[in-house]
C-alpha cells in the first residue's frame, strides 16, 4: 500500500482578508491623527475660541424702573424689595420635599408640584421659580430658616411700589409679567419672555421709556452650564426715565374720598384749558394697584370683577353715557351756524313739541313760556330744542358734534380710550338695520337717543368753549426725566374747532354763566362768592334703571378759564343738584389749595395784612 507525503508548512500564511483588515485599521488611525492634528495644531486658535465661548457667557443686568411724580413734584410711585422664591434641584419631584415646601408656603402640594413641573428655569443658574412673589412677611420667616432648606433659596429682586395704592388707579396703572400674548407682539420691539411690563394707565402708555436698557456682565460657567464667577462687568444698565404728572394728587384723593363718603360710581374729571393738562381724573370705585401688581387671591379677583359698579373700568376714558343736556350747547352750535338767531323765541305753551300723533315733553309742567337761546340753556327747556332740530334736521348737529370730536377718541395719553357713538342715518341703517326719523333727530338734539360720549369727550367740549373754539390734546404725563436730569416735556397737539365766529361761543358763554348766576338757572349750586362760574347739568336715560345718571360740566373763573370740569355719577338722579354738589367740593377745595399756595409763597404779605 502506498502512503501519502504529509506537507508540513512552517511561520503564518498571511491571507488577503488579514492585509486588507490590518491596512483598514492603520488607515482608521491616520484619520484619527490627522484631524487631532487639524483640530488640536493647525485650527487650534478656533476651537480655543469656541471654547472659551461656551465657557464665558453674557448675563443681563436688569435696569430700574423709571418713578412716578404728580404735578407738585410729589413721588406717588417708586421701586422697592420684592422676593422670591427658588428651587435649586431644577425638576426634581419628591412627595417628602413638595410637602415641606407646602408647609412652609402655605400652597398646596398640587400647586408646589406642577410649580417644579411647569416653573421658570433661569438660564445659567438653573433655579426653578416656584413662588414669583412672596410677601414681605413670608421671605422674612423663610430668610430666618432657609438652612432647614438647602434645596430653597429667597432672592430679592426690584419690585414696584404704589405709595398711594388704590389713588388714581386708573390714569396710573401698574405692572405685571409679560403675557404670552403680548411677548408675541413686542418681540420683535426688544421684549423679553420675562420682562415685567406696565398693564394699564401711563405705566402701560410709557412703559419703553420707563423700563430703561439693561446691562450686561460676562460670568463662567462649568460643563453643566451653572455660574462659577462673575468675571467682569461689560455694560452698566441704564435707569428708566421718570414720568413728571400732571395730577394733582391731594385733589384726586380728596376727590375720590367725596365719590367713596356719597357711595357714588362715575367718573370727575379737572383739566386746563389752556394746555390740556388734567389735573384730576376720577374713575369710581378704584382698585389696589400693589395688588394687581403681585398675585391676586381667587376671592379678591371674584370680588372685583363681579362688583356691579365695575371698578377695573376706567369711566372717565371709557364709560359711554348719553350725555343728556350736557349735550345741548352741541345743538346750539348748530342752530346759530344754520341760520337760527339766538334772540329769536319760541312760545313754549303747552309743555311738550308734537308732530302728528308724537309729542315730546318738556320737565316743567306748562311749558318755559317764551324762550330764546339763552334761556333754553339756563332752564333747560327742552321743547326749545325739539322745535329748532326739526327745523334744521340732524345733520347739522350731526356736523357740530363731529367738530367738537364726538365719535372720535380724544387722544389721551392713556389706553383703553372709547369713541363713544354719533349716530346719523348710516349708522342707523347699519346698525339698527332701519331708516332715520324725525324722533331720532328730536332726541338727538337734547343728547339722548343712540349717542353716547365719554366724560373726557364732555370735558372737551367745554375746553373748546372755553377757549373760543380751541383745544389741546389731554394728556397725564408732563414731561419725563432721564437719569442725567435731562427733561423731555410731552408734545401736544393744538386743534381749531370747525369755522365758528367768537361770538358763538360768546353766547354760549353768556348762556352758562347765567345757568349758575340767576336763580332759574339748573346749576346755581355752583355760585362762589367772588368768581364766576360757567356750566350746565343734565340728567341722561340709563339703560340700566330708572334712576338717571347726573351730569354737571363747565368751566372757571369763566371770564379766564383755568379749570374745566365734568362729573357723572351714575344712577344719582338730577344733575344740577347731586352732580353739581359733587362739583361744588372740588371747586371749594381748589380754592382752599390755591389760597393756601399763595400764602406760602408770600408769608411776609399775608403778615403785614394781620
Do not use: C
Not at 86 to 103: H, N
Not at 262 to 277: H, V
Not at 507 to 513: G, H, K, S
Request: aromatic share 10%.
Amino acid at each position: 500500500m502506498k502512503k501519502k507525503g504529509i506537507n508540513i508548512k512552517l511561520g503564518e500564511e498571511k491571507s488577503m482578508r488579514d492585509v486588507l483588515l490590518k491596512a483598514f485599521i492603520l488607515l482608521v488611525f491616520l484619520i484619527i491623527g490627522t484631524r487631532m492634528f487639524y483640530l488640536q495644531v493647525y485650527n487650534s486658535e478656533k476651537y480655543l475660541y469656541l471654547s472659551e465661548k461656551n465657557r464665558f457667557k453674557v448675563k443681563e443686568i436688569e435696569s430700574t424702573r423709571g418713578k412716578i411724580y404728580d404735578v407738585k413734584g410729589r413721588l406717588i410711585v417708586t421701586n422697592g424689595a420684592g422676593y422670591r422664591l427658588v428651587y435649586l434641584k431644577e425638576r426634581e419631584q419628591d412627595p417628602k420635599i413638595v410637602k415641606e415646601i407646602s408647609e412652609v408656603t402655605g400652597y398646596s402640594e398640587e400647586y408646589i408640584s406642577k410649580r417644579i413641573k411647569y416653573g421658570e428655569i433661569f438660564p445659567f443658574t438653573r433655579e426653578n421659580v416656584i413662588v414669583d412673589d412672596l410677601n414681605e412677611e413670608s421671605a422674612h420667616k423663610l430668610m430666618e430658616k432657609i438652612s432647614d432648606y438647602p434645596y430653597l433659596q429667597v432672592q430679592t429682586y426690584s419690585k414696584r411700589r404704589y405709595l398711594e395704592d388704590d389713588t388714581a388707579s386708573h390714569s396710573i396703572g401698574y405692572v405685571k409679567k409679560i403675557s404670552e400674548k403680548e411677548y408675541a407682539k413686542l418681540k420683535d420691539e426688544g421684549y423679553k419672555a420675562r420682562d415685567i411690563v406696565g398693564k394699564e394707565g401711563v405705566e402701560a402708555q410709557y412703559d419703553r421709556e420707563l423700563q430703561g436698557k439693561s446691562g450686561s456682565e460676562y460670568i463662567e460657567v462649568n460643563a453643566l452650564n451653572k455660574v462659577q464667577r462673575k468675571i467682569e462687568r461689560k455694560k452698566a444698565p441704564i435707569p428708566g426715565k421718570d414720568l413728571h404728572l400732571t395730577l394733582d394728587m391731594e385733589l384726586q384723593k380728596y376727590m375720590e374720598e367725596q365719590f367713596e363718603q356719597d357711595g357714588r360710581a362715575g367718573a370727575f374729571i379737572a383739566l386746563n384749558p389752556k394746555n390740556g393738562e388734567v389735573l384730576t381724573m376720577v374713575s369710581y370705585p378704584t382698585y389696589s394697584l400693589n395688588m394687581f401688581s403681585s398675585q391676586i387671591s381667587y376671592d379678591e379677583w371674584d370680588k372685583i370683577i363681579n362688583d356691579p359698579r365695575r371698578p377695573l373700568s376706567n369711566k372717565a376714558i371709557a364709560g359711554e353715557y348719553p350725555p343728556g343736556s350736557v349735550f345741548k350747547v352741541v345743538s346750539a352750535l348748530a342752530f346759530m351756524d344754520n341760520g337760527i338767531d339766538p334772540k329769536e323765541q319760541y312760545y313754549d305753551r303747552t309743555g311738550y313739541y308734537q308732530i302728528g300723533k308724537w309729542k315730546w315733553k318738556a320737565w316743567k309742567y306748562g311749558g318755559h313760556g317764551y324762550t330764546d337761546l339763552k334761556k333754553s340753556i339756563v332752564e333747560s327747556a327742552n321743547p326749545y330744542y325739539y322745535r329748532n332740530a326739526d327745523r334744521i334736521g340732524h345733520k347739522p348737529i350731526v356736523e357740530a358734534g363731529t367738530n367738537l370730536g364726538l365719535g372720535e377718541k380724544t387722544g389721551v395719553d392713556i389706553p383703553g380710550e372709547k369713541r363713544g357713538i354719533l349716530p346719523d342715518t348710516a349708522w342707523k341703517k347699519k346698525v339698527m338695520k332701519t331708516g332715520w326719523y324725525k324722533g331720532d333727530t328730536i332726541l338727538l338734539s337734547i343728547g339722548q337717543g343712540y349717542l353716547t360720549v365719554t366724560p373726557l369727550q364732555i370735558a372737551n367740549i367745554y375746553a373748546a368753549i372755553a377757549n373760543k373754539g380751541i383745544v389741546y390734546t389731554p394728556h397725564l404725563v408732563r414731561e419725563l426725566e432721564d437719569y442725567t436730569g435731562k427733561k423731555y416735556p410731552v408734545e401736544v397737539e393744538k386743534k381749531k374747532i370747525g369755522d365758528y365766529p367768537k361770538s358763538y361761543y360768546n353766547v354760549l358763554d353768556d348762556a352758562l354763566i347765567a345757568t349758575v348766576s340767576q336763580n332759574n338757572g339748573t346749576t346755581k349750586v355752583l355760585r362762589t362768592q367772588g368768581m364766576k362760574v360757567a356750566a350746565k347739568s343734565g340728567s341722561a336715560q340709563n339703560a340700566h334703571s330708572k334712576i338717571t345718571h347726573a351730569w354737571v360740566a363747565g368751566y372757571f373763573p369763566a371770564e379766564n378759564p383755568e379749570i374745566v370740569f365734568t362729573t357723572i355719577l351714575e344712577n344719582a338722579g338730577g344733575g344740577g343738584s347731586v352732580a353739581g354738589g359733587m362739583t361744588r367740593k372740588f371747586i371749594d377745595k381748589y380754592l382752599e389749595i390755591k389760597q393756601r399756595e399763595k400764602e406760602n409763597q408770600n408769608p411776609e404779605q399775608i403778615s403785614d395784612k394781620k
